[in-house]
């Protein structure tokens, strides 16, 4: 089973930028998807943004979409989560996820194989 381990979590200002990464623990292929979720106090774990990694097709929540990158990095074996214009409803933990294997049913969290430990973002108003 692929480990991932999140980092870049922090204490930003409303309007700041923040980037995440994601270590794997062995290469993957191309066939795989890898999607970024959190969950802030009190709430269910929320989609956040997808990539299938073999093509790098992304997709995002209505939330995020102009504001949060995803992206990756094959060599380094990290995936990445660019954030930008962070506002307080932002404030949650994040988490990394894989599965192996790619479809349309991106969204949902019962579909990820593997999961990070999480990385607390909070945003400060």
């Known amino acids: 089973q692929v480990q991932l381990v999140e980092s870049g979590g922090g204490l930003v200002q409303a309007g700041d930028s923040l980037r995440l990464s994601c270590v794997f623990s062995r290469d993957i292929f191309n066939s795989y998807a890898l999607a970024w979720f959190r969950q802030a106090p009190g709430k269910e774990r929320e989609f956040v943004t997808h990539?299938?990694?073999?093509?790098?097709?992304?997709h995002y929540a209505d939330s995020v979409k102009g504001r949060f990158t995803i992206s990756g990095d094959n060599a380094k074996r990290t995936l990445y989560l660019q954030m930008d214009s962070l506002k307080p409803e932002g404030t949650a933990v994040y988490y990394c996820?894989?599965?192996?294997?790619?479809?349309?049913?991106?969204?949902?969290?019962?579909?990820?194989?593997?999961w990070g430990q999480g990385t607390q973002v909070t945003v400060s108003s």
């Open positions: 990539i299938s990694w073999g093509v790098s097709t992304t």
């Open positions: 996820a894989l599965r192996y294997h790619d479809d349309q049913n991106y969204a949902d969290l019962t579909d990820y194989d593997s």
